[in-house]
């Protein structure tokens, strides 16, 4: 931590640069980006919690301040402050009630009140952009999911004093429409859109979905929100050991394992962009035969009697869309879903008391319960009035589409409780593992995962019955989709089954036209695909751009102390004289070191800072190139692409030194010899190209001829790289006569 404080200090290095090298897709440099739609967001980041990261209170009673929370935490006072933020605009949500949350343990808080009381740190609640990045955690503090927790990350990240942003999109499980309702960010609102992560969009109630499906609404790509569920998995093997650690050590821990996390992660960027443009390519191209099908067959719907087109598809959605965002259908949805409760109990008893005779006194009883039904059912039809979305419908077919509505509710619950129980099964596990549990714990789980099977069983029974019973009474009309039950549980999350639009709107094309329905699905992954396309053109150029630049960057300052030793006082001068490096020179990480060390170190750091670019380069050189041909064009491409080559080819010739922290660095040779360079092809430059600090490999030289000091000093700067105490020390050794327990302080 003290060497990366030193250098993003040292290098006055501003918010946005910070968040860059936490992902160059994501925040580098973004320059001539053209978005095709205004709501398009300069980058997108998923929410979520964990709670099997939790600490045991008995394990240790240590407290750690703000200033021990590592830099990938937010301390507890940001946290706090958002709290006091939530807690002043409860009032604007009293009362109101998310349908959805209830299907979430952790939003309702629906836990076993024993596991809470043994722990004082219950979890952790995270951050990551769309390619997996973890970019903030919050310690969740002896209580569950709460809304504070991402608006404190949410604000760090969009309000950074210097991060210039104009849009950005958030995936979460929960609290989506709560912090619209609560005028949280009011003045960035317009800034921001919310969503829910793509496996979690079961859980999410069909109005829902229509508003917050990334896979149906513009703007996201084929995002899917699920990153976390990775990092999470990543993070496992730490759960048993950090619940009796230290609550310090666990911070540190978690962090540490991050920062490794995050390296590999963004060396492996280039394939992640170059599997994704494949991935968008293939659903562009299935997505347009689909469309280009559908749109040879005759419209029914249209006023000329043409066929179908995509402005027809995209008109309905944003028909079904509209619909869903008047917030006062949900009022009346929910009255004639309990009337269809009702008429379906009806029957059922009715089925039931039929089957034998009854005694004088179950007769009694039975004219009594049916009385008092019959009393609900007439009080229900009052609330639920004339029903304008079941016009020209008769009483009989009125009461059978509403318990078809009541029993495919029903269906929804039942089938949203068995993929929670399945979850552990299917829970994302590190590469070579099946799951988490042990055998006691799968086989509890199968047979939990059994009994919840025959349930939905039984109510998809009654569901398909009734339907059979309705095309048998009503075969003209519009009917609901039967289903079997292994096509119920392959079906995704934004199917037009889901869609409740036969029940509210028979005479829409988008509720009742399956051929509509099936193009507005496709139509959406055509427009995501295109969508993604687009993001990646952008992310390449940003993580591109961001590495030519942070290469050019550092060359420029190791070539400014190629010179100078600071042993002078007038190199001293020379050198403190420079805005940037006499911040870094003279840092009081530093102090206690003399002049020359200080700039041995500070210029062994800035070596080992490049040669991490050089290494992501390297990686990345394939790939980028790759997509960044095969993706849309844009102003300063050329620039960017002959920067890079060039940055390349001379590293790939042996222009710079590639030992972390060593003397030999940019702007020098690494024996001294000629500081010729290429200048371009066949040609040679006699002067040394100051905006890359390139330097000529000597080729004249044996190898045996260099000498045993400087051998054994690189070998030794290899074996030490990532300890700034040991490179001080290494340092101290060249130079022969330092004051090793000076160094060793400091440190």
């Given at each position: 931590m003290l060497k990366e404080q030193l250098l993003q200090e040292g290098l006055q290095t501003t918010n946005e640069q910070k968040w860059a090298s936490k992902c160059p897709r994501c925040f580098g440099p973004r320059e001539n980006e053209v978005k095709i739609d205004p709501d398009e967001p300069d980058f997108i980041i998923a929410m979520d919690g964990n709670y099997q990261q939790r600490h045991y209170a008995h394990a240790s009673k240590d407290s750690p301040s703000n200033a021990q929370y590592p830099p990938t935490f937010l301390p507890p006072s940001e946290v706090n402050t958002s709290e006091a933020l939530c807690e002043s605009t409860d009032a604007n949500v009293t009362g109101i009630k998310d349908p959805c949350a209830l299907a979430h343990k952790a939003a309702d808080d629906a836990r076993d009140a024993t596991t809470w009381q043994k722990c004082d740190d219950s979890g952790l609640f995270a951050g990551a952009c769309r390619h997996d990045i973890p970019l903030l955690y919050t310690n969740v503090y002896k209580s569950g999911e709460k809304l504070y927790y991402p608006i404190s990350i949410l604000g760090k990240i969009q309000f950074s004093s210097d991060f210039d942003v104009t849009s950005h999109h958030v995936l979460m499980n929960i609290g989506n429409e709560s912090i619209e309702q609560r005028s949280l960010f009011s003045d960035r609102q317009s800034d921001l859109m919310f969503g829910t992560s793509v496996f979690h969009s079961y859980v999410h109630e069909w109005s829902c979905q229509v508003k917050y499906n990334p896979r149906l609404n513009k703007a996201w790509g084929l995002s899917d929100g699920e990153g976390l569920e990775r990092l999470w998995a990543f993070l496992s093997p730490l759960v048993s050991i950090l619940r009796v650690s230290s609550r310090f050590r666990r911070l540190m821990a978690v962090h540490n394992r991050t920062l490794y996390y995050l390296a590999g992660l963004n060396e492996t960027a280039g394939e992640w962009l170059l599997s994704k443009i494949a991935s968008a390519d293939d659903i562009i191209k299935t997505a347009r035969i689909a469309l280009d099908a559908l749109n040879q067959l005759s419209n029914p719907h249209s006023m000329t009697a043409g066929t179908y087109t995509d402005d027809f598809f995209q008109q309905q959605w944003e028909d079904e869309r509209a619909y869903h965002l008047e917030t006062t259908r949900s009022y009346q949805e929910k009255q004639k879903k309990e009337l269809?409760?009702?008429?379906?109990?009806?029957?059922?008893?009715?089925?039931?008391?039929?089957?034998?005779?009854?005694?004088?006194?179950?007769?009694?009883?039975?004219?009594?319960?049916?009385?008092?039904?019959?009393?609900?059912?007439?009080?229900?039809?009052?609330?639920?009035?004339?029903?304008?979305?079941?016009?020209?419908?008769?009483?009989?077919?009125?009461?059978?589409?509403?318990?078809?509505?009541?029993?495919?509710?029903?269906?929804?619950?039942?089938?949203?409780?068995?993929?929670?129980?399945?979850?552990?099964?299917?829970?994302?596990?590190?590469?070579?593992?099946?799951?988490?549990?042990?055998?006691?714990?799968?086989?509890?789980?199968?047979?939990?995962?059994?009994?919840?099977?025959?349930?939905?069983?039984?109510?998809?029974?009654?569901?398909?019955?009734?339907?059979?019973?309705?095309?048998?009474?009503?075969?003209?009309?519009?009917?609901?989709?039967?289903?079997?039950?292994?096509?119920?549980?392959?079906?995704?999350?934004?199917?037009?089954?889901?869609?409740?639009?036969?029940?509210?709107?028979?005479?829409?094309?988008?509720?009742?036209?399956?051929?509509?329905?099936?193009?507005?699905?496709?139509?959406?992954?055509?427009?995501?695909?295109?969508?993604?396309?687009?993001?990646?053109?952008?992310?390449?150029?940003?993580?591109?751009?961001?590495?030519?630049?942070?290469?050019?960057?550092?060359?420029?300052?190791?070539?400014?102390?190629?010179?100078?030793?600071?042993?002078?006082?007038?190199?001293?001068?020379?050198?403190?004289?420079?805005?940037?490096?006499?911040?870094?020179?003279?840092?009081?990480?530093?102090?206690?070191?003399?002049?020359?060390?200080?700039?041995?170190?500070?210029?062994?750091?800035?070596?080992?800072?490049?040669?991490?670019?050089?290494?992501?380069?390297?990686?990345?050189?394939?790939?980028?190139?790759?997509?960044?041909?095969?993706?849309?064009?844009?102003?300063?491409?050329?620039?960017?692409?002959?920067?890079?080559?060039?940055?390349?080819?001379?590293?790939?010739?042996?222009?710079?030194?590639?030992?972390?922290?060593?003397?030999?660095?940019?702007?020098?040779t690494v024996n001294g010899a000629s500081k010729t360079v290429r200048g371009g092809a066949g040609e040679e430059s006699s002067e040394l190209a100051p905006d890359l600090g390139l330097f000529q490999p000597n080729t004249d030289r044996d190898d045996d001829e260099i000498d045993d000091e400087g051998y054994l000093q690189d070998i030794s700067v290899i074996v030490n790289k990532t300890m700034m105490e040991q490179l001080a020390n290494d340092t101290e050794e060249v130079d022969e006569g330092g004051n090793a327990t000076e160094v060793e302080y400091f440190l």
């Amino acid at each position: 931590m003290l060497k990366e404080q030193l250098l993003q200090e040292g290098l006055q290095t501003t918010n946005e640069q910070k968040w860059a090298s936490k992902c160059p897709r994501c925040f580098g440099p973004r320059e001539n980006e053209v978005k095709i739609d205004p709501d398009e967001p300069d980058f997108i980041i998923a929410m979520d919690g964990n709670y099997q990261q939790r600490h045991y209170a008995h394990a240790s009673k240590d407290s750690p301040s703000n200033a021990q929370y590592p830099p990938t935490f937010l301390p507890p006072s940001e946290v706090n402050t958002s709290e006091a933020l939530c807690e002043s605009t409860d009032a604007n949500v009293t009362g109101i009630k998310d349908p959805c949350a209830l299907a979430h343990k952790a939003a309702d808080d629906a836990r076993d009140a024993t596991t809470w009381q043994k722990c004082d740190d219950s979890g952790l609640f995270a951050g990551a952009c769309r390619h997996d990045i973890p970019l903030l955690y919050t310690n969740v503090y002896k209580s569950g999911e709460k809304l504070y927790y991402p608006i404190s990350i949410l604000g760090k990240i969009q309000f950074s004093s210097d991060f210039d942003v104009t849009s950005h999109h958030v995936l979460m499980n929960i609290g989506n429409e709560s912090i619209e309702q609560r005028s949280l960010f009011s003045d960035r609102q317009s800034d921001l859109m919310f969503g829910t992560s793509v496996f979690h969009s079961y859980v999410h109630e069909w109005s829902c979905q229509v508003k917050y499906n990334p896979r149906l609404n513009k703007a996201w790509g084929l995002s899917d929100g699920e990153g976390l569920e990775r990092l999470w998995a990543f993070l496992s093997p730490l759960v048993s050991i950090l619940r009796v650690s230290s609550r310090f050590r666990r911070l540190m821990a978690v962090h540490n394992r991050t920062l490794y996390y995050l390296a590999g992660l963004n060396e492996t960027a280039g394939e992640w962009l170059l599997s994704k443009i494949a991935s968008a390519d293939d659903i562009i191209k299935t997505a347009r035969i689909a469309l280009d099908a559908l749109n040879q067959l005759s419209n029914p719907h249209s006023m000329t009697a043409g066929t179908y087109t995509d402005d027809f598809f995209q008109q309905q959605w944003e028909d079904e869309r509209a619909y869903h965002l008047e917030t006062t259908r949900s009022y009346q949805e929910k009255q004639k879903k309990e009337l269809g409760q009702l008429l379906c109990l009806e029957e059922q008893l009715e089925t039931e008391w039929s089957r034998e005779g009854l005694s004088p006194a179950q007769g009694i009883a039975r004219a009594r319960i049916v009385s008092r039904l019959s009393d609900q059912i007439l009080e229900q039809r009052t609330k639920v009035g004339d029903p304008t979305m079941l016009e020209n419908l008769s009483v009989p077919e009125h009461d059978k589409m509403l318990k078809i509505w009541y029993l495919k509710t029903d269906l929804r619950h039942k089938f949203l409780a068995l993929i929670e129980e399945k979850k552990p099964l299917v829970r994302v596990c590190r590469p070579g593992e099946q799951t988490t549990l042990g055998t006691d714990g799968q086989q509890k789980l199968i047979e939990s995962v059994r009994k919840r099977a025959q349930a939905l069983r039984k109510v998809l029974n009654k569901y398909n019955k009734q339907v059979r019973e309705f095309i048998r009474l009503f075969p003209e009309r519009a009917h609901p989709r039967q289903l079997e039950y292994d096509e119920l549980l392959k079906l995704e999350s934004e199917d037009a089954f889901w869609n409740d639009g036969l029940f509210t709107n028979r005479n829409e094309p988008w509720a009742i036209d399956p051929i509509t329905q099936k193009g507005i699905r496709h139509l959406a992954a055509y427009n995501r695909g295109l969508e993604e396309q687009r993001r990646l053109g952008w992310e390449v150029r940003r993580a591109m751009r961001w590495a030519v630049e942070r290469h050019d960057t550092l060359s420029h300052l190791i070539l400014q102390m190629t010179t100078v030793t600071g042993g002078s006082n007038r190199e001293w001068t020379e050198l403190v004289a420079h805005p940037i490096l006499q911040t870094l020179v003279a840092h009081p990480i530093l102090q206690s070191l003399a002049a020359p060390k200080k700039t041995t170190v500070a210029r062994s750091l800035l070596q080992s800072e490049l040669v991490k670019i050089y290494q992501l380069q390297i990686a990345w050189q394939r790939t980028c190139i790759t997509i960044l041909n095969n993706t849309q064009q844009q102003l300063g491409d050329e620039n960017l692409r002959e920067r890079w080559s060039r940055q390349l080819e001379h590293i790939e010739l042996g222009y710079y030194s590639m030992i972390p922290g060593s003397d030999t660095g940019a702007g020098e040779t690494v024996n001294g010899a000629s500081k010729t360079v290429r200048g371009g092809a066949g040609e040679e430059s006699s002067e040394l190209a100051p905006d890359l600090g390139l330097f000529q490999p000597n080729t004249d030289r044996d190898d045996d001829e260099i000498d045993d000091e400087g051998y054994l000093q690189d070998i030794s700067v290899i074996v030490n790289k990532t300890m700034m105490e040991q490179l001080a020390n290494d340092t101290e050794e060249v130079d022969e006569g330092g004051n090793a327990t000076e160094v060793e302080y400091f440190l």
